[in-house]
């Protein structure tokens, strides 16, 4: 699956997992900070992160105009130099509630989350952006979806360890060094900094791989680079193209990201707290990184040109297994506690398990040339996860309300869900999100006008933002509706998303050609 793909990539999106890395790291533990260091209320602290999280996928919407201006590869460099400043202030120990010193840390943080939302939105795009410039030349062109799926993965490398990054330095900052905890979470932004280091390092380091992919239209033709020409009627015809795709997607993120909200409360307060058996390996992220390797052994396998590179992945497909026959041998026969944030780390896992998957799937319908559309995938995309929303409905039939649900538990009668629904359902959305992430952005960078290829890029942020500003919709349905009422909700939207996808899909389709 990483054969005959341009060296550019792979060196871009180890740029960007470093980044994602420390985004993710400083993320899973911040909402928690602002309550602890600075004594906030769930509310404020809740406004505080959903504000940052908005500016965090607003603005690369801005970083695009700028970088359609001035160079994408500048605006990149310009972005990491930026978050690093941020990540920088926010490592920086300045006091808190402990001390009775808030005005001073709370000052420092605010700036440090305008620097850190701003150099995302000039990195984050533009990066995409460049990958996509590598598929401009006819070489690779057909390569395209391929090139996004796996830099999809790459981003939620950094993702599905970062949580457990985050707590570990924590720990050991507590344990080691004996720092309050406070005092600790500046270690996990610690962490941050350092992969954004890593990021610089590997940018610059494989520069030479994607230089020619850089600049913007105008420059490459300045350089005598050749540029697609189009009218201004193509231009327009594209431009609403995108347009239609960035509608139906915010519609998707916004069901998608209830991961957060709606899933979490249901995790939280309708999945039993305590998991046993082998059921129990899951909640492990050592059972689940072993799992990688044997899948990506398993490719390896059939893949591979030579008879050392099979022995090599047959080996580690048996000490793989080996380990997880080991962990089996000691889990608890009491079980182990399971807390709601911790079903956080199945979609990055699936995610990179099955992006090889999904990859040979789509390999093998191209090659018999049945290959879907973009469009068409992210359609199929909008469907699945209507069915992931189904399956919830259909499982917490007979289950309380949340309202119920809480008088219950106060009673010590509640009802409870097994936590395979949740996994499962986690699983369903992972497949949707691959047919509908990477390919949505995979089709942006085809299809945006090479004019505007940063603003384009950032339009799709735009549209993850709004979202994400909709997932506040499930919190309000939470309550005293049931709760295959609650899912109910998001698989009618995916559905309506989905059909207006298919309606539109011969306008979206001969946009590509």
């Known amino acids: 699956m990483f054969e005959n793909q341009p060296k550019g990539l792979f060196a871009l999106a180890l ?3 470093g980044e994602r890395f420390g985004y993710y790291t400083m993320l899973a533990v911040f909402a928690l900070f602002l309550r602890a260091n600075f004594g906030l209320e769930a509310g404020a602290a809740g406004a505080i992160y959903s504000a940052f999280l908005a500016f965090v996928y607003f603005l690369p919407l801005v970083g695009g105009i700028l970088a359609d201006k001035f160079g994408y590869g500048k605006m990149v460099t310009i972005g990491i130099i930026i978050m690093f400043l941020g990540y920088l202030l926010l490592a920086i120990p300045l006091g808190g509630i402990d001390n009775g010193n808030t005005a001073l840390p709370m000052t420092a943080m605010i700036i440090a989350l305008v620097l850190i939302s701003f150099g995302t939105g000039l990195f984050k795009g533009n990066l995409q952006v460049m990958v996509g410039n590598l598929y401009d030349d006819p070489k690779y062109a057909s390569k395209r979806d391929a090139a996004f799926s796996i830099f999809y993965m790459a981003i939620n490398i950094g993702a599905m360890f970062a949580p457990t990054a985050a707590v570990k330095i924590m720990e050991w900052a507590q344990h080691s060094l004996g720092y309050s905890v406070n005092d600790s979470y500046h270690f996990a932004f610690m962490v941050a900094c350092a992969s954004l280091i ?3 390092v590997i940018y610059y380091a494989c520069r030479p791989w994607f230089k020619h992919v850089e600049n913007t239209a105008k420059q490459q033709a300045a350089a005598g680079q050749t540029v697609e020409e189009l009218t201004p009627e193509q231009t327009k015809k594209r431009i609403i193209a995108l347009s239609l795709v960035f509608a139906v997607v915010i519609f998707f993120w916004m069901a998608f990201h209830q991961n957060g909200l709606t899933l979490t409360y249901f995790a939280n307060e309708f999945v039993n707290p305590v998991s046993t058996g082998i059921q129990s390996m899951a909640f492990d992220i050592v059972n689940l990184l072993m799992i990688v390797f044997i899948v990506y052994a398993l490719f390896a396998i059939f893949q591979s040109k030579t008879a050392q590179a099979r022995i090599i992945s047959a080996a580690v497909i048996i000490l ?7 962990k089996y041998t000691k889990i608890s026969p009491n079980g182990v506690d399971v807390s709601a944030p911790i079903f ?9 398990a099955l992006t090889p998957v999904s990859m040979a799937i789509f390999s093998s319908l191209a090659r018999k040339g049945k290959e879907p559309s973009a469009p068409r995938k992210i359609a199929y995309g909008m469907l699945v996860a209507a069915l992931a929303y189904v399956v919830m409905a259909l499982g917490c039939i007979g289950l309380n309300s949340p309202d119920a ?13 097994n936590a395979n629904l949740l996994i499962g359902t986690y699983l369903i959305l ?5 047919l509908l992430s990477p390919m949505g952005i995979s089709f942006v960078s085809k299809v945006a006008p090479p004019k505007y290829k940063g603003m384009m890029m950032g339009g799709w942020f735009v549209a993850t933002a709004l979202g994400n500003f909709l997932v506040s919709v499930g919190g309000f349905l939470w309550g005293g509706l049931p709760l295959w009422a609650v899912w109910s909700v998001f698989v009618a939207l995916c559905l309506l998303s989905a059909v207006f996808m298919f309606v539109m899909m011969k306008r979206l389709e001969e946009s590509t050609k």
């Open 344 to 352: 956080q780390h199945f979609n990055p896992f699936y995610v990179v």
């Open 320 to 326: 793989s297994c080996g380990v997880l026959v080991w």
């Open 405 to 417: 649900q809480k008088l219950a538990i106060e009673s010590g009668n509640p009802t409870y869900a």
């Open 198 to 200: 890593l990021s610089i």
């Open 430 to 434: 992972t497949f949707g999100e691959l």
């Open 15 to 17: 740029a960007n997992t």
